[in-house]
């Protein structure tokens, strides 16, 4: 029994309480340990099951909703269920979240912003308000990149037009690189049982899916992008140099 740990060496290595540990195994997000006699005695899954509760805590889920998600894996996966579960929860992005007032958000704008303006970007998802006045951006990138197309010249509301047909575009190629894994991937191994040892596969695929996404997604707009400018410059130089012939 080695490789198994007691409730106080599962508090030390998952960083919380036994007491913690035994009401997470009363409201049944954590199975029941291995009795040894009087004592009970913890794996590897434990941790990792514990590690996932901290994390979909940290990321906003309350119990109710980590048991429902917990609830959902399939019996007896253990520890690489949860692993996908982890994977599937991870962020797209290594961004961290910028939370910032409204004041820093109209100097990053070079002026002040209406509360209309606030409204449509917070719909969007650009933007998620904390509390009166204060804000976060998941994206940081995006603010900065839409602020620096202000700074262009280019209207807060024409910018705010672009970004909702760009969220339009965006969600359609996320759902073809969903339906892709789910076509290709996990169906196949729903359909064969989902055995346990094809855990690992499907979650490496499900990993390797996100740098290939966003590799695959902005090649494809680098081609299309030479294209259209080409098509659209290259007409209005063609006709420049035939005014100027005549």
Known sequence: MSNLLTIDELARRAGMTARNIRAHQTR???????????????????VARLELIKDMQAAGFNLGAIKSLLDAAPVGSGEEVLRFERALMAPWAEEEPLTFE????????????????????????VIVELDVGLYQAPSPGLLRAGAEVVSLGIPVERV?????????????????????????????FESAGSPEEEWPRVRRALEQLRPLASEVLLGAFHRTMANSVEEAFGQRLDKGSDEAID
């Open 102 to 125: 409204i004041s820093e958000l109209e100097f990053m704008l070079g002026g002040e912003v209406s509360a209309e303006t606030i409204r449509k970007v917070v719909g969007l998802g």
């Open 160 to 188: 705010i037009e672009v970004l909702e047909r760009l969220m339009e575009h965006s969600q359609g190629v996320a759902d073809v690189f969903v339906e892709l894994f789910l076509t290709d991937v996990w169906r196949p």
């Open 28 to 46: 049944g997000l954590l199975p029941p340990p291995q009795l040894n006699g009087r004592t009970g005695y913890y794996s590897t899954e434990h």
